[in-house]
């Protein structure tokens, strides 16, 4: 079957989501120690689990108790989140317009806080060109959890064949692949670009 429907992942795909972004201005001038703090206190694993469903007072509240000289380092996360957010990827959004415009079924799969993901429904105006998204924090399960894909392909009564799913994790998007989707990782948008005319979902 050809593919027909396109899943975007959001953070690191449309939109340009880093926590550098907020602890450079609490680090100032000291790159070594922000790198240090993101390696060993609000670690990726650690904001992982919020994307999987732990509340920001519980994640914070946890690293606290090992951390309490940087209560105010690890409150920044949550309550700052939004200076994470540097905007969209302009050259995917335009990907994202193209298809929008030619009628393909458009939905997203994200790995993401249910606290925070408003954020991003305000701030975004193609948030409202999804026909539905399955947000992690929400149903309580990360990429890429096989079960996450198959939530996705029944809610919405998508075949894993007819459906591309785009992640800029090469693990997130090989789970999609191995359960019949087409799995694209993302690099740029211009590669994306190709992907999607080769498969034949993006007019050339």
Known sequence: MPAKNVVFDL???????????????????????????????C????????????????GAALLKAQHPEKAALIDAYHLR???????????????LA?????GTP????????AET???????????AWFRGVVV???EKVVKPDPRIYRLLLERFELAAAETVFIDDKPKNAAAAT???????????????????????????
């Open 117 to 127: 993901y408003p954020v991003a429904l305000e701030r975004f105006d193609f948030m």
């Open 98 to 102: 193209e298809l929008h415009a030619q």
């Open 178 to 204: 191995a359960l019949g989707m087409h799995g694209v990782h993302f690099t740029t948008p211009e590669a994306l670009r190709r992907d999607l005319q080769g498969l034949g979902v993006l007019a050339g």
């Open 106 to 113: 458009l939905y997203g799969l994200t790995n993401w806080s």
């Open 81 to 95: 989140w939004p200076e994470m957010l540097a905007g969209p990827i302009e050259g995917t959004v335009a990907v």
């Open 43 to 58: 670690t990726g694993e650690w904001n992982l689990a919020q994307d999987a469903g732990r509340t920001w007072a519980e």
């Open 136 to 138: 992690s924090g929400t």
């Open 11 to 41: 953070g690191g795909v449309l939109i340009d989501w880093d926590p550098r972004y907020l602890y450079r201005k609490l680090f100032p001038g000291d790159e070594a120690g922000m790198e240090r703090f993101l390696a060993e206190v």
